[in-house]
């Protein structure tokens, strides 16, 4: 049985202070925030006054009733899925334990200090600002990068004091459930199931681990329930082992290659014919590993699924908020279902921030995404002390077995970049002992645990690595990749052609988020992308002027702030288009594409495609598009264009390439088309199209534009391409007319342009919502419709209304 403490506790300052109420799980800033004690840390420059409130202590506390069912347990604990982070423990005056680490579960026996009747259970968060201060000033003896100074001293999310794309608000509190846990006679204190796949059947093999309390004899037994809820099959364990065979498994697969159907597992333990306990588990059967075959350009990293090689398609995940307490299902929901509706299959958790809710990791597996699995550690060195070794290899321990069911998890990776960063500082007077602990924590203390609780998936000691031991971590023919000369190192968009990464698990360019968010932060004076404020909300140092640095390398000087907004998505729509598909043009040789990043957790500019409104920007669009199943692309060369296919689907795809070049008003210069047939899992140069000497003369270049689309068998694909940079393209006056129709509702735009319109955008004023398409190009004489989920996206109003407040734009509207 349980006692759930969760609810209503009392909050105030440690030693001082009237209490306020508090919620938990919950956090102290949202409690503060709720009683009118703190503003909201992400308005204006709030953020360093939130900072400073973490410098105090805070107690939690609250009363509760022990009955005797619970004080005649043979096992009565205490249970804290997550204090955040240094916190004492009192249970009726008596100090039961200290914590020191955010991302473990804790377990304290309470048995005999538990009491008939009142209880009154307190829990003292100490200051994490004063700690990692006060540890920086004594030590100052390791490294680290992008937060505040000492925060790779504390086992606390270390995005909570700063990143490049975030701010330091190290919010705390009694983060997770927190309750008293009762068993008699014995409890199920873990379960590891694992799958073997024949050719038509599977089996099921389910391992669970008993803590006994007494000697009265135990039995377990294990059911398996089919996605439809029927029975699918049942055993006994017999020395700990269950194995059921299901005959024609219903496989899992990720998002675009088929259905995610989940079995439901429950594994019952009895005490002399009585159920005592019984733990239940979704499942996906499925084969999930990392090919690193080698091959003609060096060695593969890609995921298999079910024996076939797919391309991962998606992005890194960071946390969702600051305050963990506004995190919920719902939240998390929307921005799963978005990813997979711009096509995701695949998204990495970044070790920066924390382990995800069960629930992140229950839609993952409801939807079709696969997760690479960072552990919390990034961009920094860590102490081996004897206390710090002990702490970690629990967290690993933890996070693992509450994980290792879901089907949608990939790997398990070591660290975010400190194998490629401790190369890079080892001319920096790092010494060989500081190497060593390095390799000693990531390819020693880790590893056996992670092959003992998970032995079927692959342990990576880091992204990015080449395998481990600091051999060339950022290699470009084997492991997986961060490259950041695009952004970084000012380099240009077609730098990325230069490179064929087996697997790129980050890169990145950043834009501002739309109008309608940056008002929400913002005062009108403040509405200049180098004020104040607009660089309080802007964490990667100089990014604005790099933002337009390219800008100025590809469109015109935007004619005032909001057009800045809309022109800086552009270009990193257009700058992530380019990388992506360059690499699935060249499927096989890459075989992963995950760009930084998807979410933000406040409103900033950043390398986000979805902000934290969860407005999509217009690199989400693009994502849409460039990670579609089929995808059509261009290839230019000067003046010379290859026209490439990309089947990312199970199956042949038939149908017919269209192209035309066209002057802005749609006079068609030249034109043709093609039948085509893709293989599953393909991707082909199609056509060679040489416009050279139709496009010697630089007026001409100037007003042509390449339209080209693929109609098969359920997949379309579409795009345009201009032979200069935008900003030297001659738009002319542009007018477009819509026409709409509301049927069950869906409401169906229709949109015919008298000239070529360049990055159209749908922008409702009033309300937010997701279009089917957005920021695409308009082609004279074509129409374009694009849809809208009235009911999916909350909208009440009617669709004239709707209408009336939806503003239509394009690139030719900024100046």
Same mark, same amino acid.
């Given at each position: 049985m349980k006692l759930n403490l969760s609810g209503k506790w009392s909050l105030r300052k440690a030693g001082r202070g009237d209490a306020i109420e508090a919620q938990v799980p919950g956090s102290i800033m949202n409690d503060l925030m709720i009683n009118g004690l703190a503003g909201d840390p992400f308005y204006r420059d709030n953020?360093? +006054?939130?900072? /400073?409130?973490?410098?105090d202590d805070y107690l939690y506390s609250r009363e509760f009733t022990a009955g005797d069912e619970i004080l005649a347990g043979d096992s009565v604990k205490l249970v804290c899925e997550g204090l955040d982070t240094l916190t004492e423990i009192y249970l009726n005056g008596c100090l039961l334990a200290k914590t020191d680490n955010m991302h473990r579960l804790y377990e304290f026996d309470i048995k005999d200090v538990l009491k008939a009747g009142s209880n009154e259970i307190k829990i003292k968060i100490k200051s994490p600002v004063e700690f990692i201060e006060k540890a920086w000033a004594e030590k100052n003896d390791i490294w680290g990068v992008c937060a505040k100074d000492g925060y790779q001293y504390i086992r606390k999310a270390h995005y909570m004091f700063g990143w490049d794309w975030g701010p330091a608000i190290p919010d705390g509190g009694i983060w997770r459930d927190i309750y008293i846990e009762v068993?008699?006679? +014995?409890?199920? /204190?873990?379960?590891y199931i694992r799958q073997e796949h024949n050719d038509n059947s599977a089996d099921i093999v389910v391992s669970a681990f008993v803590k006994k309390y007494s000697n009265k004899e135990i039995s377990l037994t294990a059911a398996l329930m089919d996605p439809v809820g029927k029975?699918?099959?049942?055993?006994?364990?017999?020395?700990?082992?269950?194995k059921i065979t299901v005959d024609a498994p219903l496989l899992w697969w990720p998002a675009g290659y088929g259905e995610q159907p989940l079995y439901n597992l429950v594994v019952s333990l009895s005490a002399a014919g009585q159920k005592i306990d019984n733990k239940s588990y979704r499942i996906g059967l499925r084969t999930l590993g990392i090919s690193r075959e080698d091959d003609e350009w060096g060695q593969e990293f890609t995921y298999v699924v079910n024996g076939i090689k797919i391309f991962a398609k998606g992005a890194n995940y960071i946390p969702e908020d600051n305050i963990l307490a506004r995190c919920n299902k719902e939240r998390t929901e929307k921005l799963i279902k978005n990813a997979v509706n711009a096509n995701f299959n695949s998204l990495r958790v970044w070790g920066g921030g924390i382990y995800p809710e069960d629930y992140f990791f229950d839609l993952c597996d409801e939807y079709g995404l696969i997760v690479w699995q960072d552990f919390m550690f990034a961009c920094a060195q860590y102490i081996l002390s004897v206390d710090f070794?002990?702490?970690i290899k629990v967290e690993i321990q933890d996070n693992i077995k509450r994980l290792r069911h879901h089907p949608s998890i990939a790997l398990w990776c070591g660290n975010n970049e400190m194998e490629w960063l401790w190369m890079d500082t080892q001319t920096k007077g790092r010494s060989k002992q500081q190497m060593d602990e390095y390799l000693q924590l990531f390819e020693g203390i880790i590893p056996p645990i992670a092959e003992k609780e998970d032995p079927d998936r692959l342990y990576w000691p880091a992204s990015p690595s080449s395998g481990g031991a600091f051999d060339d971590p950022n290699a470009e023919n084997r492991g997986d990749v961060h490259y950041w000369d695009v952004w970084h190192g000012l380099k240009p968009f077609s730098e990325y052609r230069k490179f064929y990464f087996r697997f790129c698990?980050?890169?990145?360019?950043?834009?501002?988020?739309?109008?309608?968010?940056?008002?929400?932060?913002?005062?009108?004076e403040d509405r200049n992308i180098f004020s104040y404020v607009m660089e309080s909300h802007q964490k990667n140092d100089g990014a604005n002027g790099k933002i337009l640095y390219y800008l100025s390398e590809n469109f015109k000087n935007p004619k005032d702030f909001e057009s800045m907004l809309y022109v800086s998505q552009l270009l990193q729509a257009e700058a992530i288009k380019y990388g992506v598909e360059h690499w699935r043009r060249n499927r096989g040789r890459c075989m992963g594409s995950i760009y930084w990043q998807y979410n933000d957790c406040w409103p900033v500019a950043s390398w986000s495609s979805v902000d934290s409104n969860q407005r999509w920007k217009a690199l989400h669009y693009f994502a849409k598009r460039f990670y579609g199943p089929v995808l059509l692309s261009a290839e230019e060369n000067g003046l010379c264009t290859d026209l490439h296919l990309s089947n990312e689907s199970l199956k042949v795809i038939n149908g017919i390439v269209k192209w035309k070049l066209i002057d802005p008003a749609g006079v068609i210069l030249e034109k043709g088309s093609l039948d085509v047939s893709a293989e599953s899992l393909s991707s082909d140069n199609i056509l060679s199209l040489d416009f050279t000497d139709l496009l010697t003369d630089n007026n001409r270049r100037r007003e042509s534009v390449l339209v080209y689309d693929f109609k098969g068998t359920g997949y379309e694909t579409s795009a345009s391409l201009l032979f200069v940079p935008n900003k030297y393209f001659k738009y002319r006056k542009i007018e477009i007319k819509t026409h709409f129709s509301f049927k069950d509702g869906f409401l169906k735009i229709s949109l015919v342009s008298n000239t070529y319109a360049g990055y159209v955008e749908?922008?409702?004023m009033d309300c937010d919502c997701v279009f089917s398409d957005n920021y695409f190009s308009l082609i004279p004489g074509d129409k374009k419709e694009v849809t809208i989920d009235f009911i999916?996206?909350?909208?009440?109003?009617?669709?004239?209304?709707?209408?009336?407040q939806l503003r239509i734009r394009s690139i030719a509207d900024t100046y």
């Open positions: 953020e360093y +006054a939130a900072y /400073d409130l973490f410098r068993h008699n006679h +014995a409890s199920i /204190d873990s379960v029975k699918a099959g049942s055993a006994l364990f017999v020395n700990g082992i269950a070794v002990e702490s698990s980050e890169f990145g360019f950043q834009s501002f988020p739309c109008m309608k968010t940056v008002e929400s932060y913002t005062i009108p749908l922008m409702p999916e996206c909350g909208i009440s109003m009617s669709p004239d209304k709707f209408m009336k």
